[in-house]
């Protein structure tokens, strides 16, 4: 089941309607305007998706069967379980950072496999199961930005280095598992196609009689949850019951909010410690950068620099490119609409990383944990920070990038008819 019947697509990045061409297994639709991936038909994507995806699901049942990490110091050690992680955050008394890490490990993962696993095995009756499926459909697209295993993963490693050189650290068989599950889940979301999807759960979208140039242009709308093209009077895509809009309401104004309410957190973040580490009854706090110099210090120069990145410059980098594309959304800069595209994108991508540090602490707390004699604890910057990650985030959801090709001078000419270019 690869075929995907449907005629005309409008691409959520820069408004531009498409004819969709026929295409063959294995290919890719690209928008010809700004060349976002439209569409991505795999081979045999049926049964990939369901053997990767029962594979991951297992792969997440050993990780949680047996024992994922060991630590040693001294003679006396522990080891620990993924469940360990949070149960050790629960036990301390932090609820918030406990369900953030049951979130990212657990819920949304679960949530996101069993929809896709789901939806495949629903195709096989394709005349019963109708509103299951558009249930699941939506879960996937939802679920999928905060997807954060692989981050949870390069975060345990960068504990691991931080702990070498005071303790003994041994990978247990969970661990290896945990690898696997991370590799599995990555690799089903590359094989899922949000309008592939919904052609196969709602069918094709309603087709038009269109020119070349943007939805808003010739008075349709492009639903940006499914890729549908729609009557500009619509209010509510047909295919996939979603709210639709020509451009999101108020989107410069929630996007500006967010990133104010991100920098003002972002100051608590590096001013309060982010752990707090108790040796022999002496406890000594860490900052974001105090953990930055200590690793210097260690000599782990590429994880120092990986946690400055990650936690210092990525938090910032997104605010202010956020809120310059904001002001390029009034005020266009003679910068090829391309390349702020660009920008947005990379934005877009590395947000999630900055998670790095509040993994690193989790990981530490539920590792070390040796009654009186060593013991790590949350400090009371990972809130703030946390907030700040989930923040950005939001504000990069919440922008529209097709503001910034309305304001694009070069768009500003006459339609033609599909595949004849206006001079």
Same mark, same amino acid.
């Given at each position: ?104 490990? %657990? ?5 996101? /496999? +069993?929809?896709?696993? #789901? @939806? !495949? ?5 394709? &005349? =019963? ?48 598992? %945990? ?5 599995? /889940? +990555?690799?089903?979301? #590359? @094989? !899922? ?5 919904? &052609? =196969? ?56 909010? +967010?990133?104010?309410?991100? @920098? ?160």
């Amino acid at each position: 089941m690869t075929m995907f019947y449907e005629t005309v697509t409008t691409c959520e990045a820069c408004d531009f309607v498409h004819r969709v061409p026929p295409l063959q297994k294995g290919e890719r639709f690209r928008c010809t305007h700004c060349g976002h991936v439209l569409l991505s038909l795999h081979n045999r994507v049926s049964a990939r998706i369901l053997s990767v995806g029962l594979s991951a699901l297992l792969m997440l049942i050993l990780s949680l069967s047996f024992s994922f990490l060991g630590f040693s110091v001294n003679g006396i050690g522990r080891t620990v379980t993924l469940f360990n992680t949070l149960s050790v955050l629960l036990s301390q008394g932090y609820l918030i950072l406990g369900a953030i890490i049951s979130l990212a490990l %657990f819920v949304f993962p679960m949530v996101y /496999l +069993l929809s896709v696993l #789901t @939806l !495949v095995w629903s195709f096989r009756r394709p &005349n =019963q199961y109708h509103s299951l499926r558009r249930y699941c459909v939506r879960w996937l697209i939802v679920v999928q930005p905060w997807l954060m295993v692989d981050v949870f993963l390069v975060g345990v490693l960068v504990a691991l280095v931080k702990m070498s050189s005071m303790a003994d650290i041994s990978f247990e068989l969970s661990f290896w598992a %945990f690898c696997g599950y991370v590799l599995l /889940l +990555l690799k089903t979301v #590359t @094989l !899922v196609d949000k309008r592939w999807f919904w &052609n =196969q759960v709602a069918g094709p979208s309603p087709d038009h009689q269109i020119v070349m140039g943007t939805a808003k242009q010739q008075g349709l709308i492009g639903c940006h949850f499914c890729g549908a093209t729609l009557l500009g009077s619509a209010h509510h895509c047909d295919r996939c019951g979603h709210s639709v809009h020509s451009r999101r309401p108020k989107s410069v104004v929630t996007t500006i909010a +967010l990133l104010i309410a991100a @920098l003002i957190m972002y100051i608590p973040a590096n001013v309060f410690p982010i752990m707090e580490t108790t040796f022999l009854g002496s406890s000594e706090p860490s900052t974001i950068l105090g953990g930055v110099f200590l690793l210097w210090s260690l000599e782990s120069y590429p994880v120092a620099l990986i946690i400055l990145f990650a936690s210092v410059v990525i938090p910032l980098a997104k605010v202010f490119s956020l809120s310059w594309l904001c002001w390029q959304s009034y005020y266009p800069s003679k910068r090829l609409t391309s390349q702020k595209m660009t920008l947005y994108r990379i934005t877009e991508l590395v947000g999630r990383w900055s998670m790095i540090d509040v993994f690193v602490v989790a990981i530490l707390t539920s590792l070390v944990q040796i009654g009186h004699f060593m013991a790590i604890l949350p400090g009371p910057a990972v809130l703030s920070f946390t907030a700040v990650i989930v923040l950005t985030m939001l504000a990069a959801m919440s922008f529209d990038p097709r503001l910034l090709w309305d304001k694009d001078e070069s768009r500003r000419l006459p339609l033609s008819p599909l595949g004849e270019p206006s001079e």
